[in-house]
């Protein structure tokens, strides 16, 4: 079962536009992370935001979290044609570990230059 | 550093037949997992191990055997290969349980005829 769910499943922009796409989970978390993979290739890790946490930077990267609603966003500002990628939520059950780790669909964004 | 590495990157097998993925790690890393990867449903936990030894199973198990005899190894067995197991297989390690990122491999695509 899938514990996040990422929205919208797809997603195109113009290159220099902000990306923005969302993940709803179902139950407690103690942390979400935000995963890109390019395609044809393995998921690499972004950022981890903690449950006690509402907002996480990482350079162009912009994540919110909002446990009331149960809630992430991931924001990309001033969008590159090397953000083309699917970018996956995930997130372990607040009493669970790493090895419940569940992922999203995804969304597949694609910048055009 | 090598990271994760999963071999082979890709496999084609008739209906029936065996094989094992190998996953290896150089990072230490005490949990290994193995996923599955299908178009539009995310990643999908088929086993996984927290140590030397452990193993443990996932979301979807039925039609896989693991082992993890050393550390650094994680194999993924399929006994009887099913057209249904089709798919793109990940390897992920974590040094921690809870809070940890996950590193991937950078896949293998089974192809079952």
């Known amino acids: 079962s899938q514990q996040g769910e990422e929205d919208p499943q797809a997603l195109s922009i113009q290159e220099g536009e902000n990306a923005t796409m969302n993940c709803s989970y179902k139950t407690s978390i103690n942390n979400l992370q935000w995963y890109r993979q390019n395609s044809g290739r393995g998921l690499v890790h972004l950022i981890l935001?903690?449950?006690?946490?509402r907002e996480k930077h990482s350079g162009r990267l912009r994540v919110t979290l909002d446990t009331s609603k149960k809630s992430s966003s991931l924001l990309i500002t001033a969008s590159r044609a090397a953000d083309t990628a699917s970018y996956f939520c995930a997130t372990p059950p607040f009493s669970g570990s790493a090895r419940q780790l569940t992922f999203g669909s995804g969304t597949q964004l694609t910048v055009l230059p | 550093n090598a990271g994760v590495t999963q071999t082979p990157k890709f496999r084609v097998l008739k209906t029936g037949q065996s094989m094992t993925l190998l996953c290896a790690q150089d990072m230490n890393h005490e949990y290994m997992y193995w996923y599955r990867q299908d178009p539009g449903m995310g990643l999908r936990l088929i086993h996984y191990?927290?140590?030397?030894?452990?193993?443990a199973k996932g979301e979807v198990p039925d039609g896989y055997n693991v082992s993890r005899l050393k550390k650094q190894n994680f194999l993924l067995g399929l006994e009887s290969a099913a057209p249904s197991q089709t798919s793109v297989y990940f390897c992920a390690t974590a040094w921690t349980a809870n809070t940890g990122e996950l590193f991937f491999g950078e896949g293998s695509r089974l192809t079952v005829l």
């Open positions: 935001i903690r449950s006690n946490e």
């Open positions: 191990s927290v140590g030397e030894g452990t193993t």
